[in-house]
Every structure is written in structure tokens, then in C-alpha cells.
């Protein structure tokens, strides 16, 4: 039978590793001579991260996914207390990196190279998360889940679904996605290229 909470993940998963390959592609092309435009657009890639996959997406794997998986097999109990930590630790990550882009916004460039580090590992780290978890969880809890499971995952997956992952849109969070989709280059959004002048 389909099973609806195994593609919200993968499309929820998608989203976000667009939203941060786009913001290091954004970082490593600089903020040329459009530096509200590039910050505004970072910090609302930040929030973005910080309001779905930290705060709607990663319980639901804690607290429905992970626990259904650790019944059926035990086996995978260290890769689940690796996943565990990690959405440990990713709120705190993502606020940490809040704070860096408001250093270097604020402070200038020389607090640019703290962001540019921290970013890069953030991204790393959440891209191996994702990563392990379509490796290991996802391919046990297709095979050895019941039906019974999987309705109660697709129920609790198809709330709050993130917008940008085929998810009904939130007028709450309208001006959100609109300085995301509107402001920010492709791939992830549809604005203009950063200007950056002439050299010479």
C-alpha cells in the first residue's frame, strides 16, 4: 500500500537540502552590492530551518518514526541514538548560526569567516543526518512496519506538512516563503542574481 509519510519525508528532506546548498551557494558568491537583499534572505533561510525541519519535522522521526523502528529492529538502536542526538543538537546549531550571520551583518567582515565555517558544518552534518536516516531507518521501516504503523505515520506526517515540500500554504507564514522564494537566487528561489559591480 502507499505510504504517504515516506514521501513527505523524502520531499520534506529534499526541500531542506535545497534551501541549505542554496545558502552556501548565496555565501560563497558574497553579498556583492546588495548586502540587505543577501541577509535578508539568509536569515530567513535560518528561520525557515529553525521553524519546519527543527521544530515540526525532526519530532514526528523522534517521537512516532524512530521509537516504531527500535521495536522492529533493535539492531539499529545505535544509528537511531546517533539521529537522536543529532536533533539534539541541531536546534542549537541553527540558533548558533542565527547569531553568527547577525555578527557578520552587523560587526562586518570580519566575523564573515566564523558564519562561512559554522555554515559549511552545519550543512555537512545535516546532510550526513539525512542521509543515515534514508540509509538505515527508512528501508527497515518499509520492510517490517505494519499497516496499522504506517497509518498512524501518515497521519501524524500529513500535519503541518513544510510548504516548500508540497505542504498547504500557512498565510501565517506568507512573508516567510515569499522573501525565500521571491528574493533568493535559483535553485532554490526565483530572484535575480546578486549584483555585484564591474571590477576596475
Given at each position: 500500500?502507499?505510504?504517504?509519510?515516506?514521501?513527505?519525508?523524502?520531499?520534506?528532506?529534499?526541500?531542506?537540502?535545497?534551501?541549505?546548498?542554496?545558502?552556501?551557494?548565496?555565501?560563497?558568491?558574497?553579498?556583492?552590492?546588495?548586502?540587505e537583499?543577501?541577509?535578508d534572505v539568509l536569515r530567513a533561510m535560518l528561520f525557515y530551518i529553525d521553524e519546519f525541519p527543527e521544530?515540526?519535522?525532526?519530532?514526528?522521526?523522534s517521537d512516532l518514526l524512530f521509537p516504531k523502528v527500535a521495536r522492529v529492529a533493535p539492531e539499529l538502536m545505535p544509528v537511531i541514538r546517533r539521529l537522536?542526538?543529532?536533533?539534539?543538537?541541531?536546534?542549537?546549531?541553527?540558533?548558533?548560526?542565527?547569531?553568527?550571520?547577525?555578527?557578520?551583518?552587523?560587526?562586518g567582515d570580519a566575523r564573515?569567516?566564523?558564519?562561512?565555517?559554522a555554515a559549511e558544518e552545519y550543512v555537512r552534518f545535516y546532510l550526513d543526518h539525512m542521509h543515515a536516516e534514508e540509509q538505515h531507518i527508512m528501508p527497515a521501516a518499509v520492510k517490517l512496519l505494519s499497516?496499522?504503523?504506517?497509518?498512524?505515520?501518515?497521519?501524524a506526517f500529513e500535519q503541518e506538512r513544510d510548504p516548500l515540500a508540497g505542504g498547504e500554504r500557512d498565510p501565517g507564514?506568507?512573508?516567510l516563503f515569499t522573501r525565500i522564494v521571491l528574493k533568493a537566487p535559483a535553485p532554490i528561489g526565483v530572484g535575480d542574481e546578486l549584483h555585484h559591480a564591474s571590477a576596475g
Open positions: 500500500m502507499p505510504k504517504a509519510a515516506l514521501q513527505i519525508i523524502r520531499d520534506e528532506h529534499a526541500a531542506v537540502a535545497a534551501v541549505l546548498r542554496s545558502m552556501l551557494a548565496m555565501v560563497a558568491a558574497g553579498e556583492g552590492d546588495e548586502p537583499r543577501f541577509f521544530r515540526r519535522h525532526h519530532p514526528k522521526e537522536e542526538t543529532d536533533h539534539v543538537k541541531g536546534e542549537g546549531k541553527v540558533r548558533e548560526l542565527q547569531h553568527l550571520l547577525l555578527a557578520w551583518e552587523l560587526l564573515r569567516e566564523d558564519f562561512v565555517r499497516d496499522d504503523d504506517w497509518a498512524q505515520l501518515d497521519a507564514y506568507d512573508r
